[in-house]
């Protein structure tokens, strides 16, 4: 499988370690969205998009991607973030992306939200959030999601 991460990562480099993860499970090349042709994805068989969560939404670096992107016919994708916020709750972060991927024709295969440390605003005073995170266990979290990726039938 031919696997591309289109990741954007700051901070505390938080999405960057999952992304490692990932793409040593995928074999997969990671690279940012300004170093990536919007008309290259058609080489890939799976493409991730991962993001840190910014007022509640992946970076507007990526969503501004996604935008540039020709359509899609049944591209497999997949998402996958971390952010302040966790749970199942926190998949709802994803939604402007999956919606914009849905419009370009990508099928989303699964998504991924850990927590990640956050310093942003008011959580700075207090030391963050999240401290270490994601950890050991997130990671294999990750290492598990990417594998079931690899799996997939579809």
Partial sequence: MNALIVLVSYHHMNTEKVAKVIANVLDAEIKTPLQTDPNSLSAYDLVGFGSGIYFSK?????????????????????????SGRTGKAALKFHNSLKEKLAAKGFDILGELNLAGYDT?????????VNKGRPNEEDLK????FATGLKQSPN
Avoid: C, R, Y
């Fill in 141 to 144: 979290q990750a290492e598990m």
């Fill in 120 to 128: 942003f605003g008011a959580l700075k005073i207090v030391g963050g």
């Fill in 58 to 82: 992946p970076s507007k670096d990526l969503l501004n991607f996604v935008d540039k992107l020709p359509q899609a016919a049944h591209k497999k994708a997949f998402i996958f973030s971390t």
